[in-house]
């Protein structure tokens, strides 16, 4: 495995297709409700990521699925884990979560962030998921220093998600990203503190945790990149991209 230490020009160019597929995150948060469609919100990635004159990166993205990626976002809604693919006939109600994935290419680098948001009136079980999953996120940020290691960034998130009684899916991570949207390594959401790749300042990365109500066994369905927990109970997801600074992390996205 070979990891890629930036520097600082391309940390800055990271940095700002980071900032590009924020603000396109906002823009589409600023008009998620009721009775829109995961098919809208494609729509408007692609309209926006324009504007900013990025690319969405995902958009035929060559992985694990049986073609291309059909979408130039990731939708995640409800039991959906990670890798919905957008639908005109998804549409979004009253009291659904709903995870937003976006990743820019801007100048020939990448900048990747996500966000689950509450639609409408939510129940309080799913509010209380979605804020310990933003802080599961956070506290995995909050592990990562030259010298740590990967087992400490997973074992943070697991401690954060332990004490509200949620799974930490095993199955998917983050990882590397700067001139490709995916680069080693692959950064685990379980882990043991001490183990692991040893962080090095100029590594980027993204933390991108999934927990689960239930379950966190997943499966793919038929269109071979969506992925729900095997339950069938609610799941959410929160990510920055960030890179390892002299004495910290610092937020990308």
């Known amino acids: 495995?070979?990891?890629?230490?930036?520097?600082?020009?391309?940390?800055?160019?990271?940095?700002?297709?980071?900032?590009?597929?924020?603000?396109?995150?906002?823009?589409?948060?600023?008009?998620?409700?009721?009775?829109?469609?995961?098919?809208?919100?494609?729509?408007?990635?692609?309209?926006?990521?324009?504007?900013?004159?990025?690319?969405?990166?995902?958009?035929g993205y060559r992985g694990a699925g049986p073609g291309p990626f059909p979408a130039s976002v990731c939708t995640s809604r409800n039991e959906v884990v990670c890798h919905g693919?957008?639908?005109a006939d998804v549409v979004l109600e009253d009291g659904d979560i709903?995870?937003?994935?976006?990743?820019?290419?801007?100048?020939?680098?990448?900048g990747d962030t996500s966000a689950t948001f509450c639609i409408g009136a939510v129940s309080a079980e799913a509010q209380t998921l979605v804020?310990?999953?933003?802080?599961?996120?956070?506290a995995g940020i909050a592990a990562v220093r030259p010298g740590a290691r990967l087992g400490d960034i997973g074992a943070a998130i697991v401690e954060v998600a332990r004490r509200g009684g949620y799974?930490?899916?095993?199955?998917?991570g983050g990882h590397g990203i700067g001139r490709h949207m995916h680069e080693p390594p692959h950064i685990p959401h379980v882990g043991r503190p001490?183990?692991?790749?040893?962080?090095?300042?100029?590594?980027?990365?993204?933390?991108?945790?999934?927990?689960?109500?239930?379950?966190a066994?997943?499966?793919?369905?038929?269109?071979?990149?969506?992925?729900?927990?095997?339950?069938?109970k609610w799941s959410a997801q929160f990510e920055h991209t960030i890179c390892v600074t002299a004495d910290g992390a610092r937020v990308l996205t």
């Open 194 to 215: 001490g183990t692991g790749l040893r962080l090095r300042e100029g590594m980027v990365f993204t933390i991108e945790p999934m927990l689960t109500v239930g379950t």
């Open 98 to 110: 709903v995870n937003v994935d976006v990743t820019t290419e801007l100048d020939g680098f990448h």
């Open 167 to 172: 799974g930490v899916v095993s199955d998917f």
């Open 1 to 59: 495995m070979s990891v890629t230490i930036y520097g600082p020009r391309e940390i800055a160019a990271i940095e700002r297709a980071g900032a590009a597929a924020a603000g396109t995150l906002a823009y589409v948060a600023e008009r998620l409700r009721a009775g829109v469609t995961t098919a809208q919100i494609d729509a408007w990635v692609r309209e926006d990521t324009a504007r900013r004159g990025g690319r969405p990166s995902q958009l």
């Open 85 to 87: 693919v957008p639908r």
């Open 131 to 138: 804020a310990t999953t933003r802080a599961a996120r956070d």
């Open 217 to 232: 066994e997943v499966e793919v369905l038929k269109d071979g990149w969506t992925v729900v927990t095997t339950d069938r």
